[in-house]
């Protein structure tokens, strides 16, 4: 029986059961899954988050087909179990005789064809694996694919937010399941503050995460000693457990791994821990199999020592908004029909500074509807304007901090680069919201200055 048949079957069963039909993002797992495909390589192919999909939808899709079937459900028995799910099931028939196929909706009918919109969706996040609208920033993405082909690898990117690191990130990431190697993806932000600002509870969380991700049974008492340490237990682990038991290049990425920064006392120990790790690479085999990749968004303020240190080894990416040529990239992605010597561009660089998810905004609206790029900017900082989103969370976050708010009132209102205390500088600039030359900074872009002097 085929997966298109057994998910029609699991449908209309779920909507008697359950009240709803499984959604996009549970079919597709369940599509990986008849693939003998990782959650990893499911989540990139379908250009969603790794994390989200092994973290959140596929223990849910799984509690679901538990509660239907009336057995444990894993990854590993999914296939068989609804195999003989379905065969047992009086409507197999009907439905196997019909012919019909999931790739319609439940309450669509058959004999009406579903219309695939083409069209571009609303720019927001990552942008997808698969996605036309993505601007490579050559020779970036050259450089990480072949950094990572490199035994012991490390590769560092940062940049504020939404720069683009997570989109390169995935391309990484897919780049490196090409070739065979074994991946897992982190994202500091989903870890509760209380397992952030404790190190035992912090390794023993990313040695549970990696075992998971790898499909690895978890045996962290195994290895865990409290006379040797939280440290050294979690090196013992990844060393004597899971790099021992995979023969391929295995790619960690640490995504946000400046909310590390917010614990010193935490980030103290777990960065020069990373550092311990490249440098074993260079004398043990096992190590070279990790290939370690760091995304933070502003520079580490955290005292370490120069050779305690990961953020001064490896390869070091930094990136920056969009140039000019890459704006005109990204409009004849959208169809927009600006020249070369289009002054639109300019424009638009002019008010944004080529800050990559304003840039997709503007395009994307002008792609949408009959309005001009001078009436977009015009009212860009209003309530009506397509920056409005974008404007409001910024906004919520600085008033309920009002030393933030004010350090930024004084790098707005200023006409000449201004200095900040090193804590100021570090959460702004890890916003986007300013721009650091030296020592000094300055706003992040002539959106930024205007909106809050404003405000």
Same mark, same amino acid.
């Given at each position: 029986?085929?997966i298109?048949?057994?998910?029609?079957l699991?449908?209309r069963?779920l909507?008697g059961s359950?009240?709803r039909?499984?959604?996009?993002?549970?079919m597709?797992?369940?599509?990986?899954?008849?693939?003998?495909?990782?959650? =990893?390589?499911?989540?990139?192919e379908a250009?969603?988050?790794?994390d989200?999909?092994?973290?959140?939808v596929? @223990?849910?899709?799984l509690?679901r087909?538990?509660?239907?079937i009336g057995q444990?459900?894993?990854?590993?028995n999914c296939?068989?179990?609804?195999?003989?799910?379905?065969a047992?099931q009086?409507?197999?028939?009907?439905?196997?005789?019909s012919?019909?196929?999931t790739?319609h909706?439940?309450?669509v009918?058959?004999d009406?064809?579903?219309?695939?919109?083409?069209s571009p969706?609303?720019?927001?996040?990552?942008?997808?694996?698969?996605?036309?609208?993505y601007?490579?920033r050559t020779?970036?993405?050259?450089?990480?694919?072949?950094?990572?082909?490199?035994?012991g690898?490390?590769?560092r990117?940062?940049?504020?937010?939404?720069?683009?690191k997570?989109?390169l990130?995935?391309?990484?990431?897919a780049y490196a399941?090409?070739?065979?190697?074994?991946?897992?993806?982190?994202?500091?932000?989903?870890?509760d503050?209380?397992?952030?600002?404790?190190l035992?509870?912090?390794?023993?969380w990313l040695?549970?995460?990696?075992?998971y991700q790898?499909?690895l049974e978890?045996?962290l008492?195994?290895y865990?000693?409290?006379d040797?340490?939280?440290?050294?237990?979690?090196?013992?682990?990844?060393?004597?457990?899971?790099?021992?038991?995979?023969?391929?290049?295995?790619?960690?990425a640490?995504?946000e791994?400046?909310?590390?920064?917010?614990?010193p006392?935490?980030a103290?120990?777990v960065? @020069?821990?990373?550092r311990?790790?490249?440098?074993e690479? =260079?004398?043990l085999?096992h190590?070279?199999?990790?290939?370690?990749?760091?995304?933070?968004?502003?520079?580490?303020?955290v005292?370490l020592?120069?050779?305690?240190?990961p953020?001064?080894?490896?390869?070091p990416?930094?990136?920056e908004?969009?140039?000019l040529?890459?704006?005109?990239?990204?409009?004849?992605?959208?169809d927009l029909?600006?020249?070369g010597?289009?002054?639109?561009?300019?424009q638009l660089?002019?008010?944004?500074?080529?800050?990559?998810?304003?840039v997709?905004?503007a395009?994307?609206?002008?792609?949408q509807?009959?309005?001009?790029?001078?009436?977009?900017?015009?009212?860009?900082n209003t309530i009506?304007?397509?920056?409005?989103?974008?404007?409001?969370?910024?906004?919520?976050s600085l008033?309920g901090? @009002?030393d933030?708010?004010?350090?930024?009132?004084?790098?707005?209102?200023?006409t000449?680069?201004?200095?900040?205390?090193p804590?100021?500088t570090?959460k702004?600039?890890s916003?986007?919201?300013?721009?650091q030359l030296?020592d =000094?900074v300055?706003?992040?872009c002539?959106?930024?200055?205007?909106?809050?002097?404003?405000r």
């Amino acid at each position: 029986m085929t997966i298109d048949l057994i998910i029609e079957l699991l449908n209309r069963n779920l909507v008697g059961s359950q009240n709803r039909p499984l959604n996009s993002a549970e079919m597709i797992i369940l599509r990986g899954i008849w693939q003998y495909r990782t959650y =990893k390589q499911i989540a990139l192919e379908a250009g969603y988050s790794p994390d989200y999909f092994a973290n959140v939808v596929a @223990p849910e899709l799984l509690k679901r087909l538990a509660t239907l079937i009336g057995q444990r459900v894993t990854k590993k028995n999914c296939r068989i179990l609804l195999e003989s799910y379905a065969a047992d099931q009086p409507s197999a028939g009907k439905i196997l005789s019909s012919g019909s196929s999931t790739h319609h909706r439940i309450d669509v009918p058959i004999d009406v064809p579903i219309r695939v919109d083409n069209s571009p969706r609303y720019p927001s996040g990552s942008v997808p694996i698969d996605s036309p609208y993505y601007i490579e920033r050559t020779p970036l993405e050259a450089l990480a694919y072949k950094e990572i082909g490199k035994p012991g690898a490390l590769v560092r990117i940062k940049a504020p937010q939404e720069m683009g690191k997570t989109s390169l990130l995935l391309r990484i990431l897919a780049y490196a399941s090409h070739h065979g190697y074994r991946t897992v993806s982190l994202n500091l932000q989903q870890i509760d503050g209380d397992i952030l600002s404790n190190l035992n509870r912090f390794l023993r969380w990313l040695c549970a995460n990696v075992s998971y991700q790898l499909n690895l049974e978890a045996a962290l008492d195994d290895y865990w000693d409290e006379d040797i340490g939280a440290k050294l237990s979690c090196t013992l682990y990844f060393q004597d457990y899971l790099l021992s038991q995979i023969n391929e290049p295995f790619v960690l990425a640490l995504d946000e791994v400046n909310q590390l920064f917010e614990h010193p006392h935490v980030a103290k120990d777990v960065l @020069p821990l990373f550092r311990s790790w490249y440098e074993e690479a =260079k004398r043990l085999p096992h190590w070279q199999k990790l290939r370690l990749i760091v995304i933070h968004s502003t520079e580490i303020y955290v005292p370490l020592q120069l050779k305690q240190s990961p953020f001064n080894v490896g390869l070091p990416i930094q990136l920056e908004g969009f140039s000019l040529a890459q704006i005109q990239q990204l409009a004849d992605c959208y169809d927009l029909g600006w020249s070369g010597s289009d002054e639109r561009a300019q424009q638009l660089m002019d008010v944004v500074g080529g800050h990559p998810a304003l840039v997709h905004i503007a395009l994307y609206s002008l792609h949408q509807g009959d309005v001009s790029l001078e009436q977009l900017l015009e009212n860009s900082n209003t309530i009506t304007g397509i920056y409005n989103y974008h404007l409001q969370r910024h906004w919520a976050s600085l008033e309920g901090q @009002p030393d933030l708010f004010q350090a930024l009132t004084s790098v707005v209102e200023a006409t000449e680069p201004v200095s900040l205390e090193p804590m100021m500088t570090y959460k702004l600039s890890s916003m986007g919201l300013i721009r650091q030359l030296g020592d =000094k900074v300055v706003p992040g872009c002539a959106l930024y200055r205007r909106s809050f002097l404003k405000r």
